[in-house]
């Protein structure tokens, strides 16, 4: 699918530079053309001769070199690609894009393309987290900016948490997707999948069942037709899908939080099975057993995200899709429901144990609209999810 597309790797300065050398080697084994631009910042952690060496190509490296302006202008430079990949992307770079200045090679190439971008930040977790960083996202995001990562995990700073460069496989994947055509494509779309785990104390929680299969298919049909999917998802037994912006969450407040950093998007689909309640005040300690007889636990509603993106006053998704797993009345329940929460389609399933479908490979659902009720046969959860995704790609073409 890479053969032949070309590739403007743009590689900013910090320690994940390195993985930017065997993505290229990645990138370059699936027969793409990579032109590597490699900041100031970066050349400090990787060289420009193992650059040029590993892509075969010649490095650009600096916005006022005039023979590379004689040879190439970056106008030029930064059109003739079929995507900009930032990897990794700074958070020095993305306010960069974000903010629109032009004060180098890289930020002047990124300001002058019309070229679609994909970017992997890398940085330390409260960089990541800082609201001026978080604005930025939001702002690239409404740019049209897609996204692969970051990761949670151990840093090179010592700290641990979201900050991490995707793994230059991750990235080969949403390069795959981003450069997809099919009719989803430019479409950003959010999906939720998974349960919630809803602590009572650091070692208890609360939480429905769900093994992500179903939300985990969907995402993957989007992907393949071309979306820019954001998947967030609570702790599944199915391990997410390639190509995606993944952001793992543990509770329905996180969801929600991830759900609305994820906005703008074309459509949502909330196949996530949230937890309607949480504990009140979860204790910070392992509660005993035994001494002061039964614990008596307090719950507090949780945040019904689906409603919260269904009902948004500004910035609501052309599309909004909702789940309702019900073991009796199911259509009756799914018609009050769509309604309730004021989405605009609802796809319904018995998930009676009769049935086999919880956490089973199949499934059979009714699509509820304000057409009404649309049977669909008992099929693979796969197959429900390609019909969905195709369902979905007809509707925003509308
Ligand atoms: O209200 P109920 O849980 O039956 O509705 C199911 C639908 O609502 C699913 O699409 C689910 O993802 C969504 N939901 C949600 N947030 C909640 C509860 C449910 O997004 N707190």
Redesign the pocket.
């Known amino acids: 699918m890479l053969a032949s597309k070309r590739i403007l790797l743009i590689i900013g300065g910090g320690i994940a530079a390195f993985k930017a050398l065997d993505l290229i080697r990645r990138l370059r084994e699936r027969g793409a053309v990579v032109t590597p631009v490699l900041t100031r910042a970066g050349a400090e952690f990787v060289t420009p001769l193992s650059v040029s060496a590993l892509a075969g190509a010649k490095v650009y490296t600096d916005l006022f070199d005039l023979t590379d302006e004689a040879e190439m202008g970056h106008i030029q430079l930064s059109r003739s690609a079929d995507l900009i990949v930032v990897a990794p992307a700074t958070a020095d770079l993305m306010a960069k894009m974000a903010q629109g200045h032009a004060s180098d090679l890289a930020s002047t190439l990124l300001l002058a393309t019309d070229t679609p971008v994909l970017i992997a930040p890398a940085m330390n977790v409260r960089m990541w987290q800082h609201p001026a960083t978080q604005r930025n996202i939001a702002t690239l995001h409404g740019d049209g900016i897609a996204f692969t990562g970051p990761n949670d995990g151990d840093m090179a700073c010592g700290e641990h948490g979201p900050g991490r460069m995707a793994e230059p496989l991750e990235i080969v994947a949403a390069i795959d997707a981003a450069l997809a055509e099919g009719p989803l494509k430019g479409r950003r779309i959010l999906v939720?999948s998974g349960p919630?785990h809803e602590p009572i104390d650091p070692v208890r929680y609360i939480a429905n069942r769900s093994s992500g299969a179903q939300g985990t298919a969907i995402a993957r049909a989007l992907v393949r037709l071309g979306a820019e999917v954001v998947f967030v998802t609570g702790p599944a037994d199915t391990p997410p899908p390639d190509g995606v912006e993944l952001h793992r969450v543990q509770t329905?407040q996180q969801?929600?939080e991830a759900c609305h950093a994820a906005l703008p998007v074309d459509a949502a689909i909330?196949?996530?099975?949230?937890?309607?309640w949480h504990v009140k005040s979860a204790s910070t300690s392992k509660i005993k057993k035994g001494a002061g007889g039964l614990p008596q636990l307090e719950f507090a509603e949780?945040?019904?995200?689906?409603?919260?993106?269904a009902q948004l006053s500004a910035g609501r998704p052309a599309l909004v899709?909702?789940?309702?797993?019900?073991t009796n009345d199911v259509i009756q329940n799914a018609i009050a429901?769509r309604l309730r929460?004021g989405?605009d389609w609802?796809?319904a399933n018995d998930v009676s144990p009769e049935t086999g479908i919880m956490g089973g490979a199949d499934n059979e659902v009714a699509l509820i609209s304000d057409e009404g009720a649309d049977h669909w046969p008992r099929m693979s959860k796969a197959d429900v999810a390609n019909r969905l995704a195709a369902r979905i790609a007809e509707t925003l073409a509308k």
């Open positions: 939720t919630t329905a969801m929600l909330c196949a996530a099975a949230v937890a309607d949780n945040p019904d995200i689906l409603a919260t993106i899709i909702g789940f309702a797993a019900e429901k929460k989405c609802i796809v």
